[in-house]
């Protein structure tokens, strides 16, 4: 049994969208399906200014370009090396802020310690599509001059209070992996509140030309997404709705069979999870390292994501030092979730984890009242 499989759309409504690529002849360059894919995206998830890129990697590295970040970022070191990675790769230091130890997202009452004189930024992470308190984010934003990006690369089809998150901060990266829950094979976007840093943005992607008078105005790069990709996301697309509410039924009863008995990420009542992940924390590192080996003794795979800490690696420990985000990478495992999954796969697996939580750690068993 697999932690993830890629949701793979009809192949003959693929080839469809192949088909007319062929009959038009035009591989890439804002060609008709990625604008097409860009238009359903923003009516679909209620936003504006949604700017398609070739990965998820490259919706960050966009933002921080477009919004003229630099010196230094701070987020946290409990996500995917990305969050970290885009801005040292482009000379900005991140500095890292601990977690709230309950949510798993950076804690605003630690992110003003984080700021350095040269910060120009706040990047959050919605971990596992688990929304940060923008509310105090922004708040601190603008208390320090900062801008916040914000890295929801997990949230399509996360909501709060009715509507995307995704319109948050000052851009909103996300990523349209293959493994997320809604794909384009390799890609991502990005979603700015200004509309003139968006323009901006889009001169970026496509080497800094102006789209109307062919001059290159700006500085920038190759970051668009091919008509190949943007026809597997038109193809996905059609079938959200299913995807979602599969992966959101799962989710529902690995809590029901699992919240008595393991930790899980603390989400307000006002979200909608988009399904995207089932991430569960042990009561320690030596039992999470068990139950991971039993499940994999039983073909039932799981990932230990996010582990390590980033704070504890070898390219990231001189950003700053944790408590918190350290102690749940050090518990944290993500059980499978995808649509090949049914609910008595669940079952199987939640029986499993109560079986190697039993076998493992009898001091958790008792505190959770396993009999």
């Known amino acids: 049994m697999e932690v993830t499989s890629s949701y793979l759309p009809s192949l003959q409504k693929y080839v469809g969208y192949l088909e007319g690529i062929y009959a038009r002849c035009r591989l890439t360059n804002n060609g008709p399906l990625a604008c097409e894919l860009a238009a359903r995206l923003e009516d ?120 995307s998150i995704l319109d948050q901060g000052d851009a909103s990266a996300i990523s349209f992996h293959a493994t997320k829950t809604f794909h384009t094979i390799e890609g991502g976007a990005v979603i700015f509140r200004d509309d003139a840093i968006c323009e901006r943005a889009r001169r970026m992607i496509n080497f800094g030309f102006d789209a109307v008078t062919g001059d290159i105005v700006d500085l920038g790069t190759n970051l668009k997404m091919s008509e190949v990709h943007a026809a597997m996301g038109l193809a996905v697309l059609d079938d959200v709705d299913y995807i979602l509410s599969h992966r959101r039924h799962l989710l529902a009863l690995y809590m029901h069979k699992l919240g008595d008995y393991v930790q899980c990420q603390r989400i307000d009542a006002e979200v909608t999870n988009g399904g995207g992940y089932m991430p569960i924390a042990l009561a320690d590192t030596a039992t999470c390292e068990r139950v991971y080996q039993h499940l994999g003794n039983l073909g039932i795979a799981t990932r230990r994501y996010f582990h390590p800490s980033l704070d504890t690696t070898v390219p990231y420990a001189r950003f700053g030092t944790t408590r918190y985000s350290r102690d749940i990478a050090d518990r944290v495992l993500c059980l499978p979730l995808h649509t090949k999954l049914s ?25 959770a009242g396993i009999v």
């Open 44 to 163: 679909y998830l209620g936003v504006r200014n949604l700017i398609l890129v070739s990965n998820g990697s490259a919706a960050l590295e966009l933002a921080y370009h477009a919004l003229d970040i630099s010196g230094s970022v701070v987020t946290t070191p409990f996500s995917f090396p990305a969050s970290s990675s885009v801005p040292a790769w482009n000379g900005i230091d991140p500095s890292f802020a601990d977690i709230d130890p309950h949510t798993w997202n950076i804690d605003p009452d630690q992110i003003e310690s984080a700021i350095r004189s040269d910060t120009t930024a706040i990047s959050p992470v919605h971990v596992y599509g688990n929304p940060v308190d923008d509310v105090r984010v922004s708040a601190i934003a603008r208390r320090h001059g900062l801008r916040v990006i914000y890295d929801a690369a997990h949230c399509f089809g996360t909501r709060k209070a009715g509507r």
């Open 343 to 367: 609910p008595n796969d669940v079952e199987t697996v939640c029986t499993a984890v109560l079986a190697g939580i039993r076998d493992t750690a009898p001091r958790l068993v008792s505190l």
